[in-house]
């Protein structure tokens, strides 16, 4: 629900300009294809870049197809030149509408990155944008790369599961993306977020429903000094309970004087329906090859094995037997393993599947995107599928593995951001069973000491806590420097340290200005009807049957493959030689949104699915079944009387940017006209039309025609002028919830004009709202789109 949620919040704004900021497993990447294709099929937008680290390309690559079908196209150096080739241009960017790429690849190639942003965008979509590093007067490349992309795209997406770790002034340049006229000054930023803990700890009373002192309400007036404000404080006033009054002043504090609606976070706390973690720690004695090495540095003595031979430490290192045996004990589960460096994952596969006989896959980033693919289908497999997993730390980015529920950490990361990607490759959302946590480790080592202090002092392997990254930045050296003199009691007062600082930033975090995002982020039960909607779309099989009466008319051919599946391809009669979004040797689809989830390779046919849609478009605009002439067999009414049904299409042309498409999108007016021109539509339905009529001989429809031409145009004539009638109405309404909307934004930006400069918006607020109203009344029109003529037969 929170998903949807942040979707159709973020999608009805003019411009979505917002950070995703859910912790990890939450999904943030469904998030944006949600947006990104709500603001597609609206029309409001036409273009998009998405823009992400190299690991995750495939991830949205594969996200963005299979879930939204949405026909992202990957643009590399390799794919850049051969568009250039194909399409006789400089700039592959202005040739195609929706565009993946890796943001060090631009980095890397000004040439590209250069044709990029001549392009236009309407929508920019970075993924791990706590990345993009920045301190006042020393941008990092990639964030003046990302910043001169935001200039020029109306909306912009912006995902991290840290928003706060690189610390205030990172998190000020990533909302400067987002609204550069509001977040422009560094110091009145952080004066701003310090003085809105007290704000937000007012909130948290409005969020709760209880009551204010009277000292309280006056600073909540001062605070909010519009209008409408204004008079929810006073119905506060007079009614204490008023839920609604609270909720919404709560808001806008939240807007007003926080981060608004520019930040979405949510966190496991606040969703429910996730696994528990369990972790078993796995104490092994280290064997005498690595005390050998005499290793210094804490990492070299973190993956001791990167310093021996290969053959040595995959016969003596305790952690490889203990692996081995375990996988031989559970032969019926699968197991994720998860390895530091490449060499060791490569290592440790070939030892488990040459001589231990265990069917396993390497998976890393030296692979290719066919061969990860290849590893990790493999591993999805339920029959003849591999047992184990081997991953590198990099190789594992970006991969979800739900279906497996043991994880394997050969060593530890010697992050705790890392530490949480790992378990979230298992904890996410569409994991059915509890996370079960293996850490096999060398005692009295150094592998030792990292897990104490992840384990004892921030219970990490089974909570996560929006605190951990930043507890962990700020003792990681005193925590380097323990170990560096092997100072058990410093080590112990380390983990008593970290505890402390974790109970007081989670204190301070689920109150005051987190629990405002909380309530911001995760909405209310208003989301309810659209996930009704959702799930009664997914029960409906008039789609289906639909469609099977489009394939036939245009003669496609639908083969059953298995329950529920079948195979769509071109037959021997078909129209026009082709059908929209169907290749020549067709493709295996189906209705059923569990089955295409579970199947990569068929294609789930809903109405949003391309195939679908342009099916509809090429009916719509071919005429094919527009008009139709009938016999109404029905004794209650006298033979030779006429009935019109007319389906007319009201709609409003106007610039997307505007956005009437949402208020008066193309309308159908179902008509039922007598031969005295009264309507009786509401009186008779489609369908019980439809029992009563036969249909008329080809060669009988002229003549009959030329007999009733005149009392035909007449109902038209009459038809037109209760469409009028009819098309003023849809208009008011629309003008109406126009006016509300802008009125409603312009009083918004109004309440903030105090904190910036925020005329400039004001003004052209009220420019869109007044071209908004007069496009509404000059362009709404109505046009004929189906005709049923019925004469009545005893």
């Not at 963005?64 to 196209?73: D, G, H, I, L, Q």
């Not at 997406?157 to 610390?167: D, I, R």
């Not at 007999?707 to 003023?728: C, H, T, Y």
């Not at 629309?734 to 003004?763: M, P, T, V």
Request: with cysteine; net charge negative.
């Amino acid at each position: 629900p929170h998903q949807f949620h942040i979707a159709q919040t973020v999608s009805r704004h003019a411009e979505a300009r917002v950070m995703l900021a859910d912790e990890v497993g939450l999904g943030k990447t469904i998030e944006a294809g949600l947006i990104a294709h709500q603001l597609l099929i609206s029309g409001k937008i036409s273009r998009i870049i998405i823009l992400v680290p190299d690991s995750l390309v495939h991830q949205w690559l594969v996200e963005m197809r299979r879930r939204f079908n949405m026909p992202v196209r990957v643009l590399d150096n390799d794919q850049c030149e051969a568009l250039c080739e194909q399409q006789d241009t400089d700039n592959p960017f202005m040739h195609e509408q929706l565009v993946l790429c890796s943001i060090q690849f631009l980095l890397h190639n000004q040439r590209w990155a250069n044709a990029a942003l001549d392009s236009p965008w309407d929508l920019l979509i970075v993924d791990e944008a706590h990345h993009l590093a920045w301190q006042p007067e020393a941008p990092s490349p990639a964030y003046s790369l990302v910043e001169e992309f935001s200039l020029k795209a109306k909306s912009l997406l912006l995902l991290t599961a840290t928003p706060e770790k690189e610390g205030p002034e990172s998190h000020f340049a990533q909302l400067h993306l987002l609204d550069p006229l509001r977040y422009q000054n560094l110091p009145a930023f952080i004066e701003q977020q310090a003085r809105f803990n007290d704000i937000a700890l007012m909130a948290e009373r409005l969020i709760d429903h209880q009551s204010l002192s009277g000292d309280q309400l006056n600073q909540l007036k001062q605070l909010l000094q519009d209008e409408s404000s204004l008079q929810l404080i006073e119905q506060l006033e007079n009614d204490q309970e008023d839920s609604h009054a609270a909720t919404t002043l709560a808001t806008r504090l939240l807007d007003q004087h926080g981060t608004g609606r520019a930040l979405f976070r949510n966190t496991r706390a606040s969703i429910s329906g996730f696994p528990q973690r369990q972790l078993t720690r796995v104490r092994l004695q280290a064997p005498e090859l690595y005390t050998q090495l005499g290793l210094a540095s804490f990492l070299d003595q973190l993956y001791p094995e990167m310093h021996a031979p290969e053959v040595e430490w995959l016969a003596q290192d305790p952690r490889v037997e203990w692996l081995l045996e375990t996988l031989k004990q559970n032969r019926g589960q699968k197991f994720l393993v998860i390895c530091h460096h490449k060499d060791s994952a490569c290592a440790l596969q070939a030892h488990l599947h040459f001589k231990g006989g265990i069917q396993c896959s390497a998976f890393h980033e030296d692979l290719s995107l066919i061969e990860r693919d290849r590893s990790a289908a493999w591993f999805a497999a339920e029959e003849d599928g591999a047992q184990a997993l081997i991953c590198s730390e990099i190789g594992s980015e970006g991969r979800n593995f739900q279906f497996c529920h043991n994880l394997v950490m050969f060593d530890l990361p010697g992050s705790i951001d890392l530490l949480e990607q790992r378990i979230g490759r298992l904890d996410r959302i569409g994991q059915q069973e509890d996370i079960q946590i293996f850490t096999p480790y060398l005692a009295d080592t150094q592998q030792q000491h990292l897990l104490n202090w992840y384990d004892e002092g921030f219970n990490a392997f089974t909570k996560t806590e929006a605190s951990h990254s930043v507890v962990f930045e700020n003792l990681q050296d005193d925590f380097h420097q323990a170990i560096i003199h092997m100072d058990n009691s410093a080590l112990e007062q380390l983990i008593n340290t970290t505890q402390t600082k974790i109970a007081e930033l989670h204190e301070r975090f689920v109150h005051g200005r987190n629990r405002l995002l909380e309530l911001h982020s995760r909405g209310d039960d208003s989301v309810a009807p659209l996930i009704e909607a959702v799930l009664e779309s997914d029960d409906d099989p008039s789609l289906e049957f639909y469609m099977e009466q489009v394939f036939n008319a245009y003669g496609v051919e639908e083969e059953e493959l298995s329950e529920n599946i079948v195979l769509i391809r071109p037959g021997t009669s078909l129209e026009h030689n082709s059908f929209p979004n169907l290749p020549e040797d067709g493709v295996s689809a189906t209705f059923e949104r569990d089955i295409a989830l579970s199947r990569e390779d068929i294609e789930f046919l809903s109405l949003d699915h391309p195939m679908v849609r342009n099916a509809m478009d090429m009916i719509i605009t071919s005429g094919k079944g527009s008009s139709v002439m009938s016999l109404l067999k029905n004794k209650q009414i006298k033979e030779g009387t006429i009935l019109l049904e007319a389906l007319f299409i009201v709609e409003c042309p106007a610039p997307a940017e505007l956005q009437l498409g949402q208020l008066l999108p193309a309308t159908p007016v179902r008509l039922l006209l007598d031969q005295q021109g009264r309507d009786i539509s509401k009186a008779v339905t489609t369908d019980a039309l439809d029992k009563q009529l036969k249909r008329v001989k080809g060669d009988l429809i002229t003549p009959m025609l030329k007999e009733i031409q005149d009392p035909v145009l007449a109902m038209l004539n009459k038809g037109n002028s209760l469409m009028e009638q009819r098309k003023q109405a849809l208009v008011e309404n629309a003008q109406q919830r126009f006016r509300d909307y802008w009125e409603n934004e312009k009083q918004r930006l109004q309440a903030l004009s105090h904190l910036d400069q925020q005329d400039k918006a004001i003004h052209n607020v009220e420019k869109r709202l007044q071209k908004g109203l007069a496009l509404l009344a000059k362009n709404s029109q109505y046009r004929l789109d189906g005709l049923r003529i019925m004469v009545t037969i005893s």
